[in-house]
T-cell receptor
Framework: DAKTTQPNSMESNEEEPVHLPCNHS???????IHWYRQLPSQGPEYVIH???SNVNNRMASLAIAEDRKSSTLILHRATLRDAAVYYC?????????????FGTGTRLTVIP | DTAVSQTPKYLVTQMGNDKSIKCEQN?????MYWYKQDSKKFLKIMFS???????INETVPNRFSPKSPDKAHLNLHINSLELGDSAVYFC???????????????FGNGTRLTVT
């Protein structure tokens, strides 16, 4: 799987939007962009995924650059419960293997 | 109801012992996984089973043996435990690979294994 680069940490004030960036300059045409998050003392939790178009769900939005070499996870109103490590992961749709490669992620701190 | 449940939550044992971690999912998925998260918080896949058959086996010592009695269960047995086995082990499940390579994984809350 191609590599992703994320900032080690970010801070946000409660109830403000958060934009978590991810660079994936070596992304291939068949790579989907996935986001998971891991809250303290819990297992990773699926957030969102996309291929080319921007995606929205009840948890977040995913904005994908036109050249697909970067993407941004958007939390529209950060809450204290959103404090977690956020992982940006590329998954090849062609390999047939459903495993995920987790990098170091971005630790999000939400300030009350 | 918990979707993916692991037992025990904590496991403290001595070097050389044999221990098992159990995992059950009630999501109707037929692919299950074991991941290991080390002290540096890196998450790495260990095994993946689809319909009770092993489909991914990363470089893991053969002291680790997964066992899948049915699609809803994937247990992890570890022989001759070593200090370096101390970590948090996560079980996960997803829809079958054939039904969508990008089906999300659902994780349990982990088993913290401490080997003394």
């Amino acid at each position: 799987d191609a590599k992703t680069t994320q900032p080690n940490s970010m801070e946000s004030n409660e109830e403000e939007p958060v934009h978590l960036p991810c660079n994936h300059s070596t992304i291939s045409g068949t790579d989907y962009i996935h986001w998971y998050r891991q809250l303290p003392s819990q297992g990773p939790e699926y957030v969102i995924h996309g291929l080319t178009s921007n995606v929205n769900n009840r948890m977040a939005s995913l904005a994908i650059a036109e050249d697909r070499k970067s993407s941004t996870l958007i939390l529209h109103r950060a809450t204290l419960r959103d404090a977690a490590v956020y992982y940006c992961i590329l998954r090849d749709d062609q390999t047939g293997a459903n495993n995920l490669f987790f990098g170091t992620g971005t630790r999000l701190t939400v300030i009350p | 109801d918990t979707a993916v449940s692991q037992t025990p939550k904590y496991l403290v044992t001595q070097m050389g012992n044999d221990k098992s971690i159990k995992c059950e999912q009630n999501l109707g998925h037929d692919t299950m996984y074991w991941y290991k998260q080390d002290s540096k918080k890196f998450l790495k896949i260990m095994f993946s089973y689809n319909n009770k058959e092993l489909i991914i086996n990363e470089t893991v010592p053969n002291r680790f043996s997964p066992k899948s009695p049915d699609k809803a269960h994937l247990n992890l047995h570890i022989n001759s435990l070593e200090l370096g086995d101390s970590a948090v082990y996560f079980c996960a499940s997803s829809q079958s690979v054939g039904q969508g390579y990008n089906s999300p994984l659902h994780f349990g809350n982990g088993t913290r294994l401490t080997v003394t």
